[in-house]
């Protein structure tokens, strides 16, 4: 297996026209040992301000504890304890975020300017009750992969989708019902541990996908997204690695325009040798 990964996030079309910034986030990393990719799409709503500032702070913080999770763990212990250690580290990811969060916020607090649009319940608690994570608000989507396994962790909307090497589509993390329409469950929650979900698994896939909801709401069905995926995976499979990055990345302000009109945000892990 020689894994690679990438990740892109571009401001939506919507979001150009308003003058609004991008609130989505991406990372991604991949040395001779791991691959790992990172989603985080920041809240749209009035009352989160500093959805922006939320998204990076997410996705720092799940590649930085993902990375020293792979590096660290028992391969063996965690084959017969996946659900137990993974949720140690959402937990920590969790508890990471909140820290960067609030180092920001002490740093830069809240104008009048940026809580001039906020609801007086917003502003009760983040002005009197310095309760201010949810001004951050995102969801996450990420994934790792070595030689011996993979796994993928998400809280929020947005979805993954896993190729095998025989070419079938799955989406392995399980949807959660609380995301619809415009509600999602989020990193800013206070039940946020109880709402991340996971998989993992021993038999690799040949690509693993995530998309910001940007990406899935350009599409009619998941056939169609799927459709999406099988054109990228062709092109990174007949142009340079750099090259099909960058096709992908003028293609997105395309998607996002005729579509969703939202950020759009993907990243992925590819096994290059299948």
């Given at each position: 297996?020689?894994?690679?990964?990438?990740?892109?996030?571009?401001?939506g079309s919507s979001h150009i026209k308003r003058n609004k910034e991008c609130q989505d986030a991406s990372a991604?990393?991949?040395?001779?040992?791991?691959?790992?990719?990172?989603?985080?799409?920041?809240?749209?709503?009035?009352?989160?301000?500093?959805?922006?500032?939320?998204?990076?702070?997410?996705?720092?913080?799940?590649?930085?504890?993902?990375?020293?999770?792979?590096?660290?763990?028992?391969?063996?212990?965690?084959?017969?304890?996946?659900?137990?250690?993974?949720?140690?580290?959402?937990?920590?990811?969790?508890?990471?975020?909140?820290?960067?969060?609030?180092?920001?916020?002490?740093?830069?607090?809240?104008?009048?300017?940026?809580?001039?649009?906020?609801?007086?319940?917003?502003?009760?608690?983040?002005?009197?009750?310095?309760?201010?994570?949810?001004?951050?608000?995102?969801?996450?989507?990420?994934?790792?992969?070595?030689?011996?396994?993979?796994?993928?962790?998400?809280?929020?909307?947005?979805?993954?989708?896993?190729?095998?090497?025989?070419?079938?589509?799955?989406?392995?993390?399980?949807?959660?019902?609380?995301?619809?329409?415009?509600?999602?469950?989020?990193?800013?929650?206070?039940?946020?541990?109880?709402?991340?979900?996971?998989?993992?698994?021993?038999?690799?896939?040949?690509?693993?996908?995530?998309?910001?909801?940007?990406?899935?709401?350009?599409?009619?069905?998941?056939?169609?997204?799927?459709?999406?995926?099988?054109?990228?995976?062709?092109?990174?499979?007949?142009?340079?690695?750099?090259?099909?990055?960058?096709?992908?990345?003028?293609?997105?302000?395309?998607?996002?325009?005729?579509?969703?009109?939202?950020?759009?945000?993907?990243?992925?892990?590819?096994?290059?040798?299948?």
């Open positions: 297996m020689v894994a690679k990964s990438f990740c892109l996030s571009v401001q991604c990393f991949f040395d001779e040992k791991s691959a790992i990719a990172v989603v985080c799409d920041g809240h749209g709503g009035d009352d989160y301000v500093r959805s922006a500032y939320g998204s990076r702070f997410a996705a720092d913080a799940a590649l930085d504890n993902i990375k020293g999770f792979v590096s660290t763990v028992n391969e063996e212990e965690l084959v017969h304890n996946a659900k137990k250690m993974i949720a140690t580290l959402e937990a920590s990811i969790i508890s990471s975020w909140n820290e960067l969060v609030y180092r920001h916020y002490r740093e830069h607090p809240f104008t009048e300017d940026e809580l001039k649009g906020v609801s007086e319940r917003a502003r009760k608690k983040y002005v009197y009750d310095e309760k201010v994570e949810s001004a951050y608000g995102t969801t996450v989507i990420a994934v790792a992969m070595t030689k011996s396994y993979w796994f993928g962790i998400h809280i929020g909307d947005g979805k993954c989708v896993s190729i095998s090497p025989d070419g079938d589509f799955s989406q392995p993390i399980p949807w959660d019902e609380k995301c619809f329409l415009n509600a999602t469950t989020s990193i800013c929650d206070s039940n946020a541990l109880q709402n991340f979900r996971s998989y993992f698994s021993t038999s690799l896939p040949s690509a693993v996908f995530i998309g910001s909801d940007g990406i899935d709401d350009c599409f009619n069905s998941d056939e169609q997204l799927n459709n999406l995926y099988k054109t990228v995976l062709y092109s990174f499979s007949t142009t340079d690695f750099q090259d099909a990055i960058s096709g992908l990345e003028d293609y997105l302000p395309r998607l996002s325009a005729k579509g969703s009109g939202d950020d759009v945000s993907i990243a992925a892990i590819l096994d290059m040798d299948s």
